[in-house]
């Protein structure tokens, strides 16, 4: 006989058992996900109070009543409306009482993770004396929160090392790694890992070890815990200085929290719980109160909003069945993409060769997954099953889903669809990855344009998360809704834009790219330049970012957005004279940089194309590089490109890794003030010409003491 006590209770339903057996369900209502906000903290401590008290329990097992989801983590709205050191170090210690409650319990407690167990559902989970996960995908377990410019603060820093060690636990934690239930079996962070549908059956053999006596003995003795070399203090210190080197490396000193992690960690180590949660805990408050971490918080939130999205009034259709036209870098990443997810995948090109290459480079990012030990060569072997080809246009009466990848003309692209309209079903979805082309423009022959729309990936496709939406003046709601549930599925982020030359994020580079070749023009240094721009935050120079994309590419795009938006956007002379050399970037070996020796160094020929010898200051450089696009994306926001500016703020950190630690563009702009970027517009437009004008947009929030983000400047 099972009791059941929920009362005045919201978050969790409390049953039990003849045998003793007490089971405590998580179920926030009216919401898909479970969060520890303050009042399910408080419900939980109240939840533990009683069952303290209660002699009769033999063990504790905590569960969710969601779908997909354990505990998601802490609310992380409590953490961002706090805006003092003592709200947010009350709110994390009451966290810390409440798990360290638990940990004290006078019985055995059990974590059974089915779903998203992360940040502080995996600290809560730590404070049982065991955990058990489920082998599903949808399980994912780990502690993400330097993501948020924060650290674990409930807890993780402490009760993670001694379950998988000193070097392993500092590794997961400064890398936000989220681990699947086998892998964290693997490493000691559960005990156990069952498929979902056995974990009734696990339950009841845990219980039945339990009331014998002899879980403890036997899961204790499985775990690894702490080596004993991670005892000695030089170790520790070695450990810690080769963390340290390596995330200077990749985050140039601009994210304060794995830094913060490797501290606390170092200064706590061997000290008595409540004095390493004390430490913990000074340190997450100071974080919380950055900038920095307010800016990813903002940012995790607009990600969050952007998952809710479909962007369309319709009904989504599932894609079963794709195909890809063109197989070069982009359409044999969008095939990978599209094969990850068990989608049937169908190539299509002019000869074998070029299959023969795709498939080459498709296998080659699944042989980069298997290295990281994330699927095996029996995966692997099955998804790529999951892929055909052929030079000619049978096999695509199946196809739901077209994308087309081919060279960037108007006339070739029209011909491919032409010719796929033939044998396609009517209700298959046409996509073009094409990143200047008017949608409108493309579907303007078809019999069916209300299927077509554009699907606008970024290189390389396998570890670039956007993708722009853009329909055309005739793509129907239901295409709409396909193609972003698609995006999703595939693990992007779509964002819809609205159709006009160069989209969004190509629309607001491309005078970014191109004022720093102006720069250069002028007299400028190619190293002088990309240095300031790395140092401001951006993840390369803009001349190394030319050369990655190709010479030729900015080149061409530069002369479209030219024709579309006239002198502000200027047609860059040095770019077609490199081209015209063969100097096309890391593609051909030489671009602004000579990419043929282990280092790449200035392409010395490059200086006789200079027409000036114009030296520059950091913030010179800066304001010239920023500014311009401030000023295009205030310009997009003003004609509706866009839906606002928190989703065009992540489509340029998603899609152009503009520094997410000061919140994306437009926050920016806020941050300097709008009467400051005007003002400086203004005077660059006397030094420097027209295209500096501020637009309409800016001209009217100066006058407002409006920002972007609400509120008065």
Request: glycine fraction near 10%; aromatic fraction near 6%; include cysteine.
């Amino acid at each position: 006989m099972t009791t059941q006590s929920k009362g005045t209770n919201e978050y969790f339903e409390l049953t039990m058992d003849r045998r003793g057996i007490a089971t405590l369900t998580f179920n926030t209502p009216g919401s898909k996900a479970n969060v520890f906000s303050r009042a399910a903290l408080l419900e939980f401590s109240g939840r533990l109070d009683a069952l303290s008290k209660d002699g009769g329990i033999k063990a504790l097992f905590i569960e969710s009543g969601k779908e997909d989801i354990f505990i998601a983590g802490a609310d992380i709205h409590e953490i961002q409306a706090a805006d003092d050191k003592e709200a947010i170090s009350a709110f994390v210690q009451q966290g810390q009482d409440i798990f360290t409650k638990l940990e004290s319990l006078p019985f055995p407690t059990i974590a059974m993770i089915d779903g998203a167990c992360l940040g502080g559902g995996l600290e809560m989970s730590l404070a049982c004396s065991f955990r058990v996960a489920t082998s599903h995908p949808h399980t994912r377990i780990g502690l993400p929160e330097v993501n948020l410019g924060i650290l674990p603060g409930f807890g993780g820093t402490q009760r993670l090392t001694p379950l998988v060690g000193y070097a392993k636990a500092m590794e997961l934690i400064i890398g936000a790694k989220r681990l699947k239930g086998e892998k964290a079996l693997k490493l000691g962070v559960v005990d156990a890992c069952v498929p979902s549908g056995y974990l009734g059956f696990k339950k009841e053999e845990f219980i039945e070890e339990i009331l014998a006596g002899t879980l403890e003995k036997k899961l204790c003795c499985a775990r690894k815990g702490i080596a004993w070399y991670e005892k000695l203090a030089p170790v520790r210190t070695v450990i810690g200085r080769v963390a340290e080197k390596k995330v200077r490396a990749k985050t140039h000193g601009h994210y304060p929290a794995p830094l913060a992690v490797i501290k606390v960690m170092e200064e706590s180590f061997g000290k008595p719980l409540k004095d390493g949660l004390a430490i913990e805990r000074e340190a997450v408050t100071g974080l919380a109160l950055t900038p920095i971490s307010k800016n990813l918080i903002k940012l995790f939130l607009i990600s969050e909003q952007l998952k809710k999205e479909t962007f369309s009034t319709a009904q989504a259709e599932e894609i079963r069945h794709s195909a890809v036209v063109g197989t070069g870098a982009m359409g044999s990443g969008i095939a990978w993409a599209l094969n990850n997810q068990d989608i049937d995948v169908r190539l299509k090109d002019i000869n074998n060769d070029s299959i023969g290459r795709a498939i080459a480079n498709i296998r080659k990012i699944y042989e980069g997954i298997r290295k990281r030990r994330r699927l095996d060569e029996r995966e692997i072997a099955l998804k790529m099953d999951k892929i055909t080809f052929s030079t000619e246009y049978e096999g695509f009466g199946d196809t739901d889903f077209l994308l087309e990848a081919v060279v960037e003309d108007l006339n070739v692209k029209q011909q491919v669809y032409k010719e796929f309209e033939a044998v396609l079903q009517p209700a298959a979805i046409i996509a073009s990855n094409t990143s200047s082309l008017a949608i409108s423009d493309l579907a303007a022959k078809l019999d069916h344009p209300h299927r077509f729309i554009g699907m606008h990936f970024f290189n390389p496709v396998h570890r670039m998360p956007l993708v722009e939406i853009i329909a055309g003046e005739k793509t129907d709601e239901r295409t709409i809704a396909t193609v972003v549930k698609l995006a999703k599925r595939m693990g992007k982020t779509p964002i819809k834009v609205k159709e006009s030359e160069g989209f969004l994020v190509n629309r607001i580079l491309m005078p970014y790219l191109s004022e720093a070749v102006t720069m250069f023009e002028e007299g400028a240094d190619i190293q002088t330049i990309d240095a300031a721009l790395l140092s401001f935050g951006m993840p390369m120079g803009p001349f190394a970012l030319v050369d990655t994309v190709g010479v030729d590419i900015g080149e061409k795009v530069s002369a479209i957005l030219h024709r579309a938006y006239g002198e502000r956007m200027p047609v860059s002379e040095i770019m077609a004279q490199m081209v015209e050399k063969g100097w096309l970037g890391k593609k051909s070996g030489v671009g602004f940089y000579n990419h043929k020796k282990k280092h790449p160094e200035i392409n010395r020929g490059i200086a006789g194309l200079q027409k000036g010898e114009a030296k520059l200051d950091e913030q010179a450089i800066l304001d010239r590089a920023l500014l311009t696009m401030i000023n295009e994306a205030a310009r997009c926001l003003e004609e509706g490109v866009v839906d606002n500016a928190g989703y065009l703020d992540m489509a340029m950190v998603m899609g152009t890794g503009f520094p997410a630690f000061r919140g994306g563009l437009l926050r920016y702009a806020d941050e300097l003030g709008i009467d400051a970027v005007v003002t400086r517009l203004g005077l660059l437009k006397t030094t420097c010409g027209s295209r500096f004008a501020p637009c309409d947009l800016l001209l009217s929030m100066d006058r407002g003491h409006e920002t972007f983000y609400g509120g008065s400047s």
